[in-house]
């Protein structure tokens, strides 16, 4: 069982990695793609961190939260390499696309990291309600509350 705090910054990083996912949507279909791709990165780095949380873990860097996801999960064999794949491809656009003033990011670059976002946040989701799973009728958020 987990702490209420803990319970709570894992319901809100889950909510905003939706809502970031979401509005990558909406960006994609009016031609903002390296919005989209910003936003895209960041479901995954909110769904990333909801699991962090879980851990203990907490950086202020994008990195090290990275590469601690890919020590205690990809190395272990709870997630694929397909994950941290996707996150590492996702992070290395999104920074590129914010930074890089030379860089133009394509449709279909963008709509591919998308949809690699929702594969990722549903790999999140089915972490955590098998892993705090009360019944199978629970909403994903709240499989874990306290």
Do not use: W
């Amino acid at each position: 069982m987990l702490d209420k705090n803990v319970y709570t910054s894992v319901e809100l990083r889950i909510e905003k990695a939706r809502n970031c996912i979401q509005a990558a949507e909406t960006l994609l279909s009016t031609g903002a793609y390296a919005d989209s791709a910003n936003r895209s990165y960041y479901g995954i780095f909110h769904a990333m961190q909801a699991i962090l949380t879980i851990a203990g873990f907490s950086s202020k860097t994008h990195t090290s939260c990275i590469t601690e996801f890919q020590k205690s999960y990809v190395k272990t064999g709870v997630f694929s390499s397909l994950h941290s794949d996707i996150l590492r491809d996702a992070f290395k656009t999104r920074n590129k696309s914010d930074y890089d003033i030379h860089y133009v990011v394509v449709k279909s670059e963008v709509k591919d990291q998308l949809e690699n976002a929702k594969v990722f946040l549903a790999a999140v989701e089915v972490y955590i309600k098998v892993r705090y799973q009360r019944d199978e009728n629970t909403p994903v958020t709240e499989h874990f509350r306290p």
